[in-house]
């Protein structure tokens, strides 16, 4: 018997239908083994030996491969095809020679897509384990290993707030801060158009201002509204004539197939997917053999997958979208491997499949991958120059007409920002001497723009043409910025939180050289050198801990009020920017007197003064740089009652010093326009609502860390907003502490099924298509069974929804632990 272990049980089930009796195949659900988040795992003073330790969430599959290899002849590893993959069937194989279970015969098999052909033809062909990919993997996770468990206990200790750091994942977050300190010192300026309208045959058209008085435009050149105005009123004053044409055909190339790192990018143009959910459907597309495999960095198809996408083609369109030759494709990326080729559809005959997400993202392959082969697009641009007869005015006009679609039938590539589509007007025929018709003309206002924060799309395209990290694990890296709550998202665009800039600073400070673009990027080459078998792993390793170490070590060694200060003086251009009256910067807005510097808290950096406590102006880091949320002095509302601002936001204040009671203003309540009426409820808090009609214990309403709630014997119930607080009365308070009780709302209600197939021909009950908590699913009553992820739920038929509950039946229901009959027993 033959064992073949793969990733995940989707791949498993349809490999083990490919190749029938004789093989058993099991999936080891990812990585079987990892290094323990703990001091020691990777030992620079010993080689940089790695303790990797079993997985606790895998035993179940673990034991089952190793009782199957126990019985096997020959284990077939069929791992994905790339480093990850590669490195979990070597954890497999050491997992098994540790049992003392490996086979007599080993071998390593890998395919592109999970068709029979490609499957079978790759068990045809095993070949060894590939040393270098093992080798580049041991590195890679040793060098993470090292830089998080080194820098991020250094953090925690002198940068309160502070939760991780990472290679690759402190990089793009200076990618994201760098980007928006550009916003913040750009500086808008004031620019003028001046456009005229025109007519001829009918067809309206708009020229701008290219040239005044014999001095050529640019963007910039009108400056303000007097220079637009009398520009104006020269073209008004102009009689136009036509006094060239020029008209030049060119030509559009369609774009490669896709790549990871473009699929990413495209998916989140076009798609609004985050990379982390691309990178899960196409996994399912894959799984289900729908697509070749999804981590690739290579641009090229198969041979003969470009001739089934020419004859896609031909069948589809006409002879005259296919070009005369395949077409071939080479990267531009920096440290592209092109170790297996793009990703495309397994059959170019299946133009749409699936559903939901899945069919979106396959629509977007398939069509990027038949675009791929198809002929270029013949486009012709048309310039037309007019000048006035005074010869004091010249006027340009531009526009573009497709004369043959080519790929652009099918698919055209996003953009991350929106082209000028000056050029996409439609030009009427003109030749020289012409006087078309002036019909207006108009003097428009604009103002420079910064640059854009980083998308997701963006984001990516930029990690990777600086050759930061892999395009395989970008989803990875953003969603750590986006959990460790470093960034935000905002209209699709990221923006960097107070935490994730204060860390940017202090390593960009005290670790300069390691979240440097160059470095990190001379780093990847390093790692790809040892894939390529062109350098070792632990002389690379070497290398990196020998400078590394030793500077962590010195950071260590400084107190936290060292590490505030250093960032003060780095942070001061930002923090405290030259003011235009030439005023100190630092001084005090509160007390006039006292200087502001950073000070470091429990919960994070803040600005303070140094006339603490006698000046108790703060203000939040973040809010330094952009010059709010001051505390300019209290703000007083009557009764004693003031509002102020401190480094958590606005709050209200009654009375002072120790005998003070605050409260912090929600989210759902102004600072602007706040009244006494409102402080005073909020300072009166909690309220109590009155005893409960059961229990005679009180009920009371009043506002936590997570937004207002009413509280009754220790037991919590949420209320929407701030003024259900002051508004909810008991009738109300009784009934939303018995639905949080029962754990109503939590859930839907019973809903309508999908579809009603009919009747199942054993049992005689009623199959019904119902959409689930984690899906959709069929089910006679009895057995449920899950849709497969690439089915369409509305389109099941009897027979296969027959077929999941059938199989599922015979599964049986699924087994629990026996914690429970541990603890009858004891």
Known sequence: MKLVV??????????????????????????????????????????????WTPSPDRAKQLKAITDEAKKADTLIL???????????????LEVLRAKKALPAKVERVTFNAITKSAVTTAMAHPRALDEDLIDAYRARRALDYLVGFTLSPILWRKLPGAKSAGRVQSVALRLIVDREREIELFKSQEYWSVHATFEADGQHFIARLAQLDGKKLDRLSIGNQGDADAAKTVVEAGHFTVASVET???????????????????????????????????????????????????????????????????????????PDKPRHYTTKVKNAQEAHEAIRPTDFGNASAASGDHARLYTLVYNRALASQMASARLERTTIDLTDGAGRAALRASGQVVLFPGFLALYEEGRDEQPDDEDAALMPALRRGDAPAKTGVEATQHFTQP???????????????????????????????????YVRVDKARFVPEESGRLVTAFLERFFERYVSYDYTA?????????????????????????????LAGEVMEQKPSEITAALDEFLAPWLYPVREDGSDPRLCPACGNGRVSLRGGTFGAFVACSNYPECRFTQKFGQAAAGDGASEGPTELGNGITLRTGRFGPYVQQGEDKDAKRASLPKDVSADGLTLEWAEKLLSLPRTIGPHPETGNPISASIGRYGPYLLHDGKYARLSTTAEVF????????????????????R???????????????SGKEIKVLEGRYGPYVSDGTTHATLPKTSDPKSVTI?????????????????????????RKA
Do not use: C
């Open 748 to 762: 839907g209600g019973p809903r309508e099924p999908i579809a009603v197939l009919g009747l199942h021909p054993t």
């Open 727 to 746: 508004e909810t009365g008991m009738n109300a308070a009784v009934a939303k502490l018995a639905d949080a009780a029962s754990g109503a709302g939590k």
């Open 451 to 485: 640059p854009p924060r980083y998308s997701e799309a963006s984001l990516v395209k930029r990690l990777e043409e600086l050759g930061i990290g892999r395009p395989s694990t970008y989803a990875a890296t953003l969603q750590t910025l986006k959990d460790r709550e």
């Open 6 to 51: 793969v990733e995940s049980p989707a791949k498993a089930k349809t490999i083990e239908k490919y190749l029938g009796p004789g093989h058993r195949v099991l999936a080891s659900y990812g990585h079987v083994r990892d290094l323990p988040p703990k001091d020691g795992s990777v030992d620079p003073d010993d080689g940089f030996a790695m303790l």
């Open 78 to 92: 069929a791992t994905d095809p790339d480093r990850e993959g590669e490195a979990i069937s070597w954890h497999v």
């Open 522 to 550: 001379e780093l990847e080459e390093g790692l790809d050198d040892v894939s390529g078998g062109r350098a070792g792993w632990q002389d690379l390793l070497a290398a990196f801990w020998r400078d590394f170490k030793p």
């Open 248 to 322: 030049k055909p060119f030509g559009r190339n369609p774009p490669p197939p896709f790549t990871t790192s473009t699929l990413q990018q495209e998916a989140a143009r076009k798609l609004g997917f985050a990379a982390s959910h691309t990178m899960r459907v196409a996994q399912s597309l894959y799984e289900d053999g729908l697509i070749t495999y999804m981590r690739t960095d290579g641009v090229d198809m198969a041979p003969e997958a470009v001739s089934d996408a020419r004859r896609a083609i031909a069948n589809r369109y006409d002879a005259g979208y296919v």
């Open 799 to 823: 027979e296969q929804a027959v077929e999941w509950i059938d199989a599922k039946a015979e599964k049986g229901p699924a087994k629990r632990g026996s914690r429970g009959a541990r603890r």
